[in-house]
């Protein structure tokens, strides 16, 4: 048989706490109602503004990579000369001249920095812009872009991808001013970042500047290399012609008319000074 529990009356009595509190609160506030409309007034606010600063945040990212990518899609358009060799892009959209390509690509991503330049895609045209000015031949601009870039990196976590990229192309810019000193600086940096994606262009600008410092075998064995590692490639190409200009200038020094000057610019279709590949593609965040 179950045991009775018996409960006293006081303890019947014991008002109920959380009814109690309830009733508390209520109490208060009849007592307080401008106070109440204005608490609940300023939470309302409050929320209201996170909801706007949310949506305002979200629509500026949108609109900086919109013009991002506008200004990926003019880097990427081709020249005039380009179509007429593919007649699937006849009639496309197309650039006179490389200049004026850089051109437009210069204004729009100028544009995403006055507009978004302490965000991530203002500090991700920084970088292009220098590349553009790089690929005009305006190597002071460049130079100075890349050092505006690489100075608001520091100390963020985003962007890192592009360090490396920017070092080679102040490595390039410094080569085409002749200031080799800087340029096998920054060539020094991309091989000790042990990046195979641009160690290649880093070995053949370093192989350039032993030569125009008159140490061909230490330039020789870097190109030989090259050749060995990159066969059918671009440096490969690069390589040759560098050994076939070394090996021209010792025939022309010995008074000889053997023909030593292996691979000739003009049989590869490559300019002897390129660097071979861009140092990044827009909007390529792999190291490739």
């Known amino acids: 048989m179950a045991k009775k529990i018996k409960v006293s009356r006081k303890k019947i009595k014991r008002p109920d706490e959380f009814l109690t509190f309830t009733d508390q609160v209520i109490k208060y506030l009849n007592e307080h109602k401008n106070l109440s409309l204005g608490v609940l007034g300023g939470l309302v606010a409050a929320l209201v503004i996170t909801n706007v600063i949310t949506y305002t945040l979200k629509t500026r990212k949108a609109n900086a990579d919109k013009l991002l990518v506008e200004a990926f899609a003019i880097l990427s358009t081709p020249l005039s000369n380009e179509l007429s060799s593919n007649p699937v892009l006849k009639g496309s959209k197309s650039y006179?001249?490389?200049?004026?390509?850089?051109?437009?690509?210069?204004?729009?991503?100028?544009?995403?920095?006055?507009?978004?330049?302490?965000?991530?895609?203002?500090?991700?045209?920084?970088?292009?812009?220098?590349?553009?000015?790089?690929?005009?031949?305006?190597?002071?601009?460049?130079?100075?872009?890349?050092?505006d870039f690489l100075k608001e990196l520091a100390g963020k976590p985003t962007g890192k991808f592009l360090e490396y990229p920017a070092y080679l192309g102040m490595a390039k810019a410094y080569y085409q001013t002749n200031d080799n000193k800087n340029a096998e600086l920054y060539f020094q940096k991309v091989?000790?970042?042990?990046?195979?994606?641009?160690?290649?262009?880093?070995?053949?600008?370093?192989?350039?500047?032993?030569?125009?410092?008159?140490?061909?075998?230490?330039?020789?064995?870097?190109?030989?290399n090259l050749i060995k590692t990159y066969p059918g490639s671009i440096y490969d190409q690069l390589a040759q012609i560098e050994l076939g200009n070394l090996a021209g200038t010792n025939a022309?020094?010995?008074?000889?008319?053997?023909?030593?000057?292996?691979?000739?610019?003009?049989?590869?279709?490559?300019?002897?000074?390129?660097?071979?590949?861009?140092?990044?593609?827009?909007?390529?965040?792999?190291?490739?």
């Open 96 to 147: 006179a001249s490389g200049d004026e390509r850089s051109d437009e690509a210069i204004k729009k991503l100028s544009e995403v920095i006055k507009q978004f330049g302490n965000r991530e895609a203002g500090m991700e045209a920084k970088f292009h812009l220098a590349e553009a000015y790089l690929n005009k031949g305006d190597y002071a601009h460049a130079l100075s872009s890349y050092q």
């Open 191 to 224: 091989l000790d970042s042990k990046q195979d994606a641009y160690s290649a262009e880093a070995n053949l600008g370093q192989a350039r500047i032993l030569i125009k410092d008159g140490q061909v075998d230490q330039a020789r064995e870097i190109l030989d």
């Open 252 to 288: 022309k020094a010995a008074k000889t008319k053997t023909d030593t000057s292996g691979v000739k610019p003009d049989a590869t279709g490559v300019k002897p000074e390129s660097f071979g590949i861009k140092t990044n593609e827009p909007g390529d965040k792999s190291a490739k």
